[in-house]
């Protein structure tokens, strides 16, 4: 069976649940199946998500990925993990850019989940598994290739309370970029809504208020350089991809982000000499150059604010070294 479903909802007059609806259409698939896929956010229509209970309309255009992991395919893996903090509550962790934040479609083995069953089983803790095995005690997750803080949780009580400082946008973010550029304000706002990007249900894009949830994006000029800037971003709001698409938006994409534009210069002055240096450093830097350098929040035990730094990684110390 095909991971990836299309289905294109004819001139219907019966009204019908989404769920139930594709469960008609796919073989030995449950419609139970059906609705963690969606809860997941592995169903679309029209490019946006939606909830099982949605009612299919006249053409709307589906797009289904089924997960094809089953549980016993996730195994605790030894993995190097580095903690900043732990409790018997939660973890702070440093990702490092590669490693894949929990196990989905191609990627079963080498992510944080695997290494974190392995490192809770040995040192005898659990972790939460409020968002099933699959993403176990994952609160929040950063892209493959970002690195930096991520905060799990080892039981349900501490993953809900975190998930609502999310929700709520009341958790302390901030990232640390290269850009290409030098940008004509130095710091200023970005709000624009972000939703899937209709041609490629992979990426996300700036789409209208309709289709699209809110996102709004802080940054600030700390260093500039030849041809790229170093930037310091907040985030107000916690959309999926949503510094990416936001800097590339207004022209500044993140340096070595093969999705958004960053693999070629942005508003630089070409030349011979400069050309050559740029296609130096993009062989340096093959994932875009997006650190997540703070994270702060309210415990949920102690109800103390408490906030983790991490410095930028070697790749990206390795740029700012070659362009100063």
């Known amino acids: 069976m095909e991971r990836f479903y299309k289905l294109s909802v004819p001139n219907v007059k019966e009204k019908i649940r989404i769920d139930k609806y594709i469960a008609r259409f796919i073989e030995n698939v449950s419609r139970t199946k059906v609705q963690k896929a969606i809860n997941l956010g592995f169903v679309t229509v029209n490019g946006n998500c939606v909830k099982s209970?949605?009612?299919?309309?006249p053409f709307d255009d589906i797009e289904i990925?089924?997960?094809?992991?089953?549980?016993?395919?996730?195994?605790?893996?030894n993995i190097p993990l580095d903690i900043l903090y732990e409790d018997e509550y939660l973890i702070v962790i440093n990702k490092p850019a590669g490693m894949v934040t929990h196990p989905a479609y191609k990627n079963f083995s080498g992510t944080l989940v695997n290494a974190l069953m392995f490192y809770s089983?040995?040192?005898?803790?659990k972790l939460s598994d409020l968002n099933g095995f699959e993403r176990a005690g994952i609160v929040h997750r950063l892209d493959k290739d970002t690195?930096?803080?991520?905060?799990?949780?080892?039981?349900?009580?501490?993953?809900?309370?975190?998930?609502?400082?999310?929700?709520?946008?009341?958790?302390?973010?901030e990232y640390t970029a290269l850009v290409w550029g030098i940008l004509h304000k130095k710091n200023d706002v970005i709000s624009k809504p972000i939703g899937r990007d209709k041609r490629d249900r992979t990426k996300m894009a700036i789409v209208n208020e309709e289709e699209g949830k809110l996102a709004i994006t802080e940054y600030n000029v700390i260093e500039e350089y030849e041809f790229l800037s170093l930037v310091k971003l907040?985030?107000?709001?916690?959309?999926?991809h949503q510094i990416r698409v936001h800097m590339s938006s207004i022209g500044h994409p993140v340096?070595?982000?093969?999705?958004?534009?960053?693999?070629k210069p942005h508003s630089v002055n070409m030349t011979v000499k400069i050309k050559e240096k740029i296609n130096h450093l993009l062989e340096?830097?093959?994932?875009?150059?997006?650190?997540?350098?703070?994270?702060?929040f309210v415990h949920p035990k102690s109800k103390s604010y408490i906030e983790f730094k991490s410095d930028l990684p070697d790749d990206i110390k390795n740029i700012l070294n070659i362009i100063k």
């Open 53 to 57: 209970n949605y009612i299919v309309k």
């Open 65 to 77: 990925e089924l997960p094809a992991a089953e549980k016993q395919e996730i195994l605790p893996e």
């Open 121 to 125: 089983q040995k040192s005898g803790d």
């Open 147 to 173: 690195s930096g803080i991520l905060v799990v949780a080892k039981d349900e009580v501490t993953h809900r309370l975190l998930a609502d400082q999310f929700y709520n946008h009341t958790i302390n973010r």
């Open 234 to 240: 907040k985030l107000r709001t916690g959309r999926t």
């Open 255 to 263: 340096f070595g982000d093969e999705t958004y534009n960053g693999r």
């Open 284 to 296: 340096l830097m093959p994932r875009q150059a997006l650190h997540a350098s703070l994270l702060g």
